[in-house]
């Protein structure tokens, strides 16, 4: 079982930066891709970005792209999602996601509110 914990959310104003962190239990991330997602109200949970085991990323939304950075620590068995320029179009609830890399089961994190209003 993995257990995944995020951090860093918050409110924050237009133009502003947040750093969002996530920590897995267990080494299992060491291995596995793993990713953010966010679901903003009234809207589907959608893919942010993501990360392979060797550093390999991948940023699913263009209005992202050159703002938001994503990284890992697999000593520490840690992701983090830089947001730089935020807009209040990012506010969300954003998630943390392990992908299983044989049985490909989803694990998340319990969710971190980011809020950018001025």
């Known amino acids: 079982q993995v257990q995944l914990v995020e951090s860093g959310g918050g409110l924050v104003q237009p133009g502003g930066s947040l750093r969002l962190s996530c920590a897995a239990s267990g080494s299992l991330s060491r291995i596995s891709t793993m990713g953010w997602y966010r679901q903003a109200p009234g809207k589907e949970r959608e893919l942010v970005a993501r990360i392979t085991r060797d550093g390999t990323t991948n940023y699913a939304d263009s209005s992202v792209k050159g703002r938001f950075t994503i990284s890992r620590d697999n000593a520490k068995n840690t992701m983090s999602l830089q947001m730089n320029s935020l807009r209040p179009e990012d506010t969300a609830v954003y998630y943390c996601?392990?992908?299983?890399?044989?049985?490909?089961?989803?694990?998340w994190g319990q969710g971190a509110q980011v809020t950018v209003s001025s």
């Open positions: 996601n392990l992908q299983h890399p044989f049985t490909r089961v989803n694990y």
